[in-house]
């Protein structure tokens, strides 16, 4: 039996004739300590997969499993990171962590809360930024909040739902490793969902494509024999890089050109500009 | 600064202070100019001023009276020290004095109440307004009374409200006088609706993922209305309040003047019922109170909203 374990799940959203399946009969086995990466296109489901292994959202069908038990209700066993932070604007980014351990681990002494924000405050580098109101952060240092908010909670699994698409190529590059370090210090089980090929195999001992949707499902599961520590440099040259890459873009390419073909019947309305200047 | 700063600051006041100045000079211009021509039954319409003059003698009159009850109360306190200098066994009365209200009275008075309605009104619409954010239920049950009773005039409340109180409030303390509650009660129905609406919808519009990182934390219910809930939807709630409370002053003045409770609103009512040839002039200067302290209100309110709203237009 598998950590986590999602079986023929489906969900879909709307009623009646506007009913749309986003994600049909998935089914996912996690090991404990494994780091799974869901890739994706935009707008397949992605979100809607990590809300049902958190259990924000319950399957229409299916079950997902976590250490045998059913997942009903979203809870601190779960952490989530997701892309828009989710962090509380009127809290400063301490106090953001403070709301989660507080309320978590009410037994513990005060200096003892303390020093454990601490820890996973300076394990983001963010302690100098401790006092900031989310506002007067950076997307970067926001997303370090919300990940060490995350951490803090000591989850049994992690969830980050493409937590660093809103950031620009160079703070996501420092962040992927950042996640990996972390990562590798505690191996938590982790699914990341992302659209990103290269932070998959960054990041992940496992890669499993969302075809694109409706109807969302599984795709064969790439695994990333890479040795870690990896970094992005080694990467450019090394084959088994290359072939992974390869792979994993050619197989969604080939829906690329499925969806092309269905497109081809749509007949746009003829429609010209019209002219502005004459009156 | 540079010279093109110094510039730009001056030109910026001479806009922001000299366009204002100059429409209000304009306005006081055709105010004159109309008012001496209209003759009423309380004499000629007041120009700007006579009603300068009215604030004069208003003033005059507040400090005469407080000089007044200095006076008394001097002289009652010496009166009754003679008597018990003389007779250590006297029964010595204390008598408060009972001048009538002045202008400054009336609007302490008006103050009081505004502010006691509209407290009363917060109190129950905020938790309320919540209650109506989070559940579906209570927002669908809730629904027609709020839409019933919110274009309600107080002047239609008003005679109900003077009767419920004076039923169930038949003995009035000293201290709590029956108009006030009344009034206070009357303006508290009217200033209810907009801080009610605006705080559930602030509530149920709220970000999801906020309410997301209370479920991941299992939160309970009262955790979770005032560590999220209520702290996320605050500047909302404090808009509505804002609106309500301009409600409440407005409303107030009306019920003053209908049920002749104590306020600038009785003082209106008073000096046209007085119809003496300074009323008007009078009554102008109760129109500019009116209004610059709705204006002082609302910035009040303006900045408590500033204060509870975290920077709303960027998502954090």
Redesign the interface.
């Known amino acids: 039996m598998a950590f986590l374990e999602l079986e023929d799940v489906s969900k879909s959203y709307g009623q009646g004739r506007d009913r749309i399946e986003v994600l049909h009969g998935i089914d996912l086995e996690v090991e404990e300590g494994e780091f799974v990466a869901v890739l994706g296109f935009s707008g397949t489901g992605k979100t809607t997969l990590v809300s049902l292994i958190?259990g924000?959202i319950r399957p229409d069908r299916g079950s997902v499993r976590l250490n045998g038990k059913e997942v009903l209700?979203?809870?601190?066993h779960?952490?989530?990171v997701?892309q828009?932070?989710?962090?509380?604007?009127?809290?400063s980014a301490r106090k953001n962590i403070d709301?989660?351990v507080d309320?978590?681990f009410k037994d513990w002494t005060k200096s003892k809360r303390r020093d454990h924000v601490d820890r996973y405050l300076e394990m983001v580098h963010l302690s100098a930024a401790a006092e900031k109101?989310?506002?007067e952060l950076s997307g970067g240092m926001?997303q370090r909040v919300s990940v060490a908010r995350a951490l803090a909670?000591n989850p049994q699994m992690l969830l980050l739902d493409e937590p660093l698409g809103a950031l620009d190529a160079i703070t996501r590059a420092s962040l992927q490793a950042e996640i990996s370090k972390i990562w590798s210090r505690d191996r938590k089980t982790v699914v990341l969902v992302t659209n990103d090929i290269d932070e998959a195999i960054l990041l992940a001992d496992r890669i499993v494509p969302l075809t694109p949707g409706p109807r969302a499902t599984l795709g064969p599961i790439f695994t990333v024999s890479l040795p870690r520590p990896r970094t992005r440099a080694e990467f450019n040259e090394d084959p088994v890089y290359k072939r992974l890459r390869n792979d994993i873009t050619k197989y969604f390419l080939s829906f690329r050109h499925g969806t092309r073909d269905t497109e081809a019947d749509i007949r746009l309305p003829n429609i010209r500009p019209l002219e502005m200047a004459v009156r | 600064m540079t010279k093109t700063n110094s510039e730009e600051w001056i030109r910026q006041v001479l806009f922001k202070g000299g366009i204002p100045l100059l429409t209000f000079g304009i306005f006081l211009l055709i105010w004159s100019r109309a008012s001496a021509g209209i003759q009423t039954n309380l004499g000629q319409v007041p120009g700007p001023g006579q009603v300068v003059e009215q604030v004069k003698s208003l003033a005059y009159e507040h400090m005469n009276e407080r000089q007044k009850a200095v006076e008394f109360y001097k002289t009652q306190k010496e009166r009754n020290a003679k008597k018990l200098s003389e007779d250590p066994s006297a029964q010595v009365k204390v008598r408060k004095y009972t001048g009538k209200p002045t202008y400054l009275d009336q609007i302490g008075t008006s103050l009081r109440t505004v502010f006691t309605g509209f407290l009363i009104a917060s109190v129950v619409a905020v938790p309320l307004g919540i209650l109506c954010g989070l559940n579906r239920t209570v927002m669908t049950a809730l629904n027609p009374l709020i839409q019933i009773f919110k274009p309600v005039s107080p002047v239609a409340w008003l005679p109900i409200v003077t009767m419920v109180v004076s039923a169930v409030y038949a003995v009035p303390k000293d201290w709590l006088p029956k108009s006030y509650v009344i009034s206070s009660i009357t303006v508290s129905l009217c200033c209810l609706w907009p801080s009610l609406i605006n705080t559930s919808i602030g509530v149920s519009s709220l970000d999801k993922d906020y309410i997301n990182v209370g479920r991941v934390l299992k939160l309970g219910f009262f955790a979770k209305v005032f560590k999220i809930v209520l702290p996320a939807s605050m500047p909302y709630v404090f808009a509505g309040l804002r609106i309500s409370l301009g409600v409440g002053w407005i409303v107030l003045i009306a019920s003053e003047m209908l049920a002749q409770n104590p306020g600038l609103g009785k003082f209106i009512w008073d000096e046209f019922q007085n119809g003496s040839s300074q009323s008007l002039a009078r009554i102008m200067v109760a129109v500019f109170t009116i209004g610059l302290i709705g204006f002082a209100l609302d910035r009040v309110m303006l900045f408590f909203q500033k204060l509870a709203s975290f920077g709303t237009e960027q998502r954090a």
């Open positions: 958190g924000l209700n979203p809870g601190p779960c952490g989530f997701f828009n932070y989710s962090l509380l604007p009127w809290l709301l989660v309320h978590l109101k989310p506002r926001r909670m």
